[in-house]
């Protein structure tokens, strides 16, 4: 086909960034309903760090190629997909996968990218873009005018959140630590510190009334102390457990215990209500459903970017082979948006 080979980052166990292998092998070929998609930009999401650890609730079993979504070019179409695909440049979420110079996907799978959009930009706005926009939009169905808290608001997930949000008209309020208050500020976001602040008493102060919807990635306490800001019709997003990411122990019992609060809220008469936010939900049920819903709101995610609504924070660019460098800095907390592997 080419002269090019295969080179893919191997998670081989629970390790350090530093225990990340590189394997060379030969260019994976297109099969039945699939395209190859030459990578131009992956990125460094929470679920790596979670899955070095071991810690994300369905990862496959070691040793497994990580890498949550991608941007590339596609190369080559197998049977029954239109060869017109090739040469064009798509998106694509994988969970695991990513992190390598050519990966095979279904073509159904595959989202295309508006033109003039970079693929390093893209792919900051892919799993973070998706989650954000379905947050927001499918689970609280926030309206112009209300009053939302966003937790980590500088974060990858929340930084995109609170654009989208401010688009739509909707008052932020926003957690991060202090050095990040002034581009928060900036984007029209009310900060909070949460180390220093009291934050239920600094978001009552700035809501007496609760606020509409709450969305949490820390989960646990702060899951708790979340529901009860909350004004009368309001709904908490929950989507994830970072507080319990260097836990020992059961990886699925965060998830389970937040379940079951969630569950247990949703069952009492207060007229508030209570999501767990996965990504994948959905998909078992209905792959088509799934998809076009996908290919709908990821097209929404880059026409935002398009028009400047959403900016894309690359924090840094690594090649690819500097995967373990990569993984360093995006756990260092240090970086503000996406850190992004490139071939």
Excluded: C
């Excluded at 225990?19 to 092998?25: A, P, S, V």
């Excluded at 029954?80 to 064009?88: F, H, N, Q, S, Y």
């Excluded at 007496?208 to 009368?232: K, M, N, Q, T």
């Excluded at 929404?300 to 460098?325: K, N």
Aim: glycine fraction near 12%.
């Amino acid at each position: 086909m080419n002269a090019e080979g295969l080179v893919e980052v191997v998670l081989p166990g629970k390790v350090e960034p530093e225990g990340l292998e590189i394997r060379h092998g030969a260019v994976p070929v297109a099969g039945p309903g699939e395209v190859v998609i030459r990578m131009e930009a992956t990125g460094v999401s929470f679920a790596e760090q979670q899955m070095r650890r071991g810690r994300y609730y369905d990862q496959p079993p070691f040793p497994f190629v990580p890498g949550y979504d991608l941007v590339g070019t596609v190369l080559a179409t197998g049977q029954g997909v239109d060869p017109g695909l090739a040469g064009t440049r798509v998106a694509a979420l994988v969970k695991v996968g990513g992190w390598a110079s050519h990966v095979r996907v279904e073509a159904a799978d595959v989202v295309p990218v508006p033109d003039g959009i970079g693929a390093a930009e893209a792919e900051t706005v892919v799993v973070n873009g998706i989650t954000a926009w379905q947050m927001l939009h499918r689970k609280a169905r926030i309206r112009a005018g209300q009053t939302i808290l966003v937790h980590g608001a500088n974060g990858g997930v929340g930084s995109v959140l609170v654009q989208l949000a401010h688009t739509a008209g909707v008052k932020v309020i926003g957690t991060a630590s202090a050095r990040h208050h002034d581009a928060l500020r900036e984007r029209g976001v009310t900060p909070v510190d949460y180390r220093n602040d009291n934050v239920a008493a600094r978001v009552r102060e700035l809501a007496p009334g609760g606020v509409d919807a709450v969305f949490d990635h820390v989960g646990g306490r702060s899951a708790v102390d979340s529901w009860h800001l909350l004004a009368p019709g309001g709904t908490l997003v929950s989507y994830g457990s970072a507080s319990t990411r260097d836990d020992e122990g059961s990886k699925q019992w965060p998830v389970l215990k937040l379940l079951g609060r969630v569950w247990l809220w949703n069952a009492l008469p207060n007229r508030r209500r209570a999501y767990f936010f996965n990504v994948w939900a959905g998909r078992a049920l209905s792959k088509n459903r799934f998809r076009a819903r996908l290919r709908a709101d990821l097209t929404q995610v880059f026409t935002a970017l398009q028009r400047g609504d959403v900016t894309a924070q690359i924090a840094a660019q690594l090649p690819l082979t500097h995967a373990a460098e990569a993984l360093r800095l995006a756990e260092s907390g240090t970086v503000a948006g996406k850190v992004v592997l490139n071939p």
